[in-house]
Every structure is written in C-alpha cells, then in structure tokens.
C-alpha cells in the first residue's frame, strides 16, 4: 500500500469518527478542501461511493460502513504494533481517546487534566464527554468509564469507586407545607424533577426496593431536564423532588441545602469502573493515564 493510500484510509476514518469534514480536517490538521479531494481520490481507487453527504451532515454509505468496520480492525492492530515499540520508551508518548459520561468526567476526569499533562506531556489525550454509551471499539475509543451495570462485554475493568446509591432530596423551601414522602408512592402528591436519557430517549423511572419489594415510579412534574447538573440546580432552587446518585448531593445535604428522604427504599448499585478492550500488551500512554486516575480518584 502506498502512503497516499494509507493517507486517505486514515482521512476516511476520521470523517467517520468525526461525523464532520470540518472536524474531521482540524484533527488531521488538514484544509476541508484538501480532506475532500482525498475522499474524492479514495472514492475514484475503490469504485464505489462511501459517503453521502450534504451541508449539514454526512453519513456512510453500505460500502463506506464494511470499509470502515474492516480498517477499525486493521487500525487497531497496527496501533498495537506502534505501542509495542512506544512500550520501550522512556515516557509515554502517543495519542490516547478517552469516552465517559458527564457525570463521571466532572468527578473522575476534570480535577487530573492539568496535572496529567503537565506530567505526560507527550500523551496527546482526547476526552470525548458522551452520555449515549457509544461502542469504544467501534468509534475507536482507547477506553472508557462507565457504571458497573453498563460495562460492555469482553471488557478489561477497573474499579473506580465504591458502590453508589440513588437519593431522593428537595430543598427545605420546597418541602415548607409539604408532606415529607415515606413511601415512593408518596411521590405522586409531589412535583418531581423528570430526567431524559439524551439522543431523545424514553423518561426516567424513578426505581425503588426494599428488601424483596421493588418498583418503579413514572412520577410528574412540570420540569424535564437530560443533565444532573441542571437537575441538581434545579433542585436546589425548589423546583421539585429531584432523584440523584447520592455522591452529587452529599455536599448539599451536609449543608442543609438539601433534605434526603425514602433513603430505606433506595437502591445500591455497582460503582463507576474504568474499562478498555482486552489486547496483549496495554499502550504506555493508556496505562500511565489508568494509573494516573486512580491515583487521584478520591
């Protein structure tokens, strides 16, 4: 394979990956109109078009999507070969592609970035926040953070906190006059903090047990929020009963912010991990960035 060749591969890939020929072009570092002509020269070797586009979007073709599947393989294993000869380094060095969730960027990713770099200067770490549980191999991720329940099969994982627990709070100016719920039902007399899987999912139901009992409460509220930041803001500003993991509360409810209830009926469940494919030699730059966050994970 020629180097051009190989070139317009990679530029393939990134359109994929990037979902955009703008941003697919400032990663290569290349113009738009010259990331364009090699689509165009790719398109023209293989006799087949592998992408359509429009002004607003593009997307893979048929053809373009086995493309990209088999060089996602390829890729892979020829990234495991630069690693093997980057492992004899003295510092690691390389590009490294990080997918989590908001929530765990803010707790687990956000307070190590200046000091990971500073003492890695040569990873060049890309920190994709993402709460729609993308596939790290198929959108060629290095590794990711997720909930214990969420892991992807076939995962090598490692665990970043405790067990968690979902909690039930409102602000005292909200529960002035209100009866404080004993049960879950309780929340059906309540305005309550609705929250949206993002990508336009389905509503959350609030999920509750106590010793064999459980169940899941559709509760109502005027308010529908798709981030825990909002909804914790919301919350504090009296808008309603809000249903949180208990860590993102705590500070609040320690401050009297907060008041915490249906605490028996709230259910535990497995912490955050982070997690990446198994291979048989991990990458110099992704291990010291594993080691690096769970040095710093409290």
Aim: hydrophobic share 45%; with cysteine.
């Amino acid at each position: 394979m020629r180097g051009s060749e190989f070139t317009e591969l990679k530029a393939f890939a990134a359109i994929v990956e990037e979902g955009s020929f703008v941003r697919a072009a400032a990663r290569l570092r290349l113009s738009p109109p010259a990331l364009s002509q090699s689509i165009r020269q790719l398109e023209t070797r293989v006799g087949v078009r592998l992408l359509n586009r429009t002004t607003r979007s593009v997307a893979t073709t048929a053809a373009g999507e086995t493309l990209f599947r088999r060089l996602g393989v390829a890729f892979g294993e020829l990234e495991e070969a630069v690693a093997e000869v980057q492992a004899a380094r003295d510092s690691p060095a390389g590009s490294l592609r990080i997918n989590v969730p908001r929530v765990a960027a803010m707790r687990f990713i956000a307070p190590i970035l200046g000091d990971f770099q500073r003492v890695y200067p040569d990873v060049a770490l890309t920190v994709i926040v993402d709460d729609l549980l993308t596939d790290i191999v198929e959108g060629r991720f290095d590794a990711g953070i997720r909930l214990g329940e969420r892991l992807e099969k076939d995962m090598v994982a490692v665990k970043l906190s405790d067990d968690l627990q979902m909690a039930a709070v409102a602000a005292p100016a909200y529960l002035e006059g209100r009866a404080i719920p004993r049960h879950p039902q309780d929340l059906h007399q309540h305005r309550c903090i609705n929250f949206q899987w993002p990508g336009g999912g389905n509503i959350y139901r609030w999920e509750f047990s106590r010793g064999k009992r459980s169940l899941e409460i559709g509760v109502k509220g005027s308010l529908t929020v798709n981030d825990t930041e909002l909804m914790l803001n919301a919350a504090l500003e009296g808008a309603g009963v809000a249903y949180m993991i208990d860590y993102q509360v705590q500070p609040w409810i320690e401050k009297g912010r907060l008041v915490r209830f249906l605490e028996a009926w709230s259910p535990g469940f497995p912490g955050f991990y982070l997690y990446h494919p198994s291979r048989r030699l991990v990458p110099p730059a992704l291990r010291a960035f594993i080691d690096f966050v769970r040095s710093r994970r409290g």
